[in-house]
């Protein structure tokens, strides 16, 4: 899973290619502005507070996969739980304590395993705990497959809901500041030709008094 999150990219497409205009448009005598919608959202509170929660679900996951794939001798029930207690919203310090208390002992399992693996000769009860070791080892693979996938998608759908609801705020600052400046038509800087007014500092200002 990809753990970066690209700012110039996060941005839907249409929400760039969008021009306003208010009620009394006419062609002739429109005053215009040009406003940068990816500003505001890399600028404004509200866009960068749903760039750096996007950002914490992301190293979340990040870490948990690459925990996993340094200690692969992990149960099921071992897996689940960790993945729970590392996601949870609102973790509390006791949370976070029994999360690192599992990883410790995942990683008792491993160093075990580590330890198996050299040994010259092994008792029928050690080769046993062994082959059972290297089951969960091999389930692990799988699992860091189907885990990275979902996380992924995750993602995906964290970055579409929180983008939706900044975008919403962030054009309605801009239609309140074009009203209010009498601007009859608002261009994207992407699409503007020429030089025009720009009203992204007032946007961003706007959203920033949104509550």
């Given at each position: 899973?990809?753990?970066k999150l690209?700012?110039l990219?996060?941005?839907?497409?249409g929400?760039?290619?969008?021009t306003?205009m208010f009620?009394?448009f006419?062609?002739?005598?429109?005053?215009?502005?040009?406003?940068?919608?990816?500003?505001?959202?890399d600028?404004s509170r509200?866009g960068?507070?749903?760039?750096?929660?996007?950002t914490?679900?992301v190293?979340?996951?990040?870490g948990?996969?690459?925990?996993?794939?340094?200690?692969?001798?992990?149960?099921?029930?071992q897996?689940?739980?960790?993945?729970?207690?590392?996601?949870?919203?609102?973790a509390t310090?006791?949370?976070?304590?029994?999360a690192?208390?599992?990883?410790s002992?995942?990683?008792?399992?491993?160093?075990?395993?580590?330890?198996?693996?050299?040994?010259?000769?092994?008792t029928d009860a050690e080769?046993?705990?062994?082959?059972?070791?290297?089951s969960?080892?091999?389930?692990?693979?799988?699992?860091?497959?189907?885990?990275?996938?979902?996380?992924?998608?995750?993602?995906?759908?964290?970055?579409?809901?929180?983008?939706?609801?900044?975008?919403?705020?962030?054009r309605?600052?801009?239609?309140?500041?074009?009203?209010?400046?009498g601007?009859t038509?608002?261009?994207?800087?992407?699409v503007a030709v020429?030089?025009?007014n720009?009203?992204?500092?007032?946007?961003?200002?706007?959203?920033d008094?949104?509550?």
């Amino acid at each position: 899973m990809n753990n970066k999150l690209n700012k110039l990219g996060w941005v839907a497409a249409g929400a760039l290619a969008v021009t306003m205009m208010f009620s009394g448009f006419q062609a002739n005598g429109s005053k215009m502005a040009t406003v940068d919608m990816q500003r505001i959202l890399d600028e404004s509170r509200a866009g960068k507070k749903v760039f750096d929660d996007l950002t914490n679900e992301v190293n979340l996951r990040q870490g948990l996969l690459e925990f996993l794939n340094t200690n692969k001798i992990v149960s099921a029930d071992q897996a689940t739980q960790l993945r729970t207690l590392t996601l949870k919203p609102g973790a509390t310090q006791a949370d976070k304590d029994a999360a690192e208390k599992l990883k410790s002992d995942i990683r008792a399992e491993n160093k075990k395993f580590n330890d198996l693996m050299v040994k010259a000769t092994l008792t029928d009860a050690e080769r046993a705990s062994f082959n059972e070791m290297n089951s969960r080892r091999q389930n692990t693979d799988n699992l860091l497959q189907q885990w990275s996938n979902e996380f992924s998608q995750d993602i995906t759908n964290m970055r579409e809901e929180k983008l939706a609801s900044v975008l919403q705020k962030s054009r309605a600052a801009v239609t309140a500041v074009g009203k209010k400046e009498g601007y009859t038509i608002i261009f994207p800087t992407t699409v503007a030709v020429y030089a025009a007014n720009d009203i992204t500092d007032a946007a961003i200002k706007a959203v920033d008094e949104t509550p």
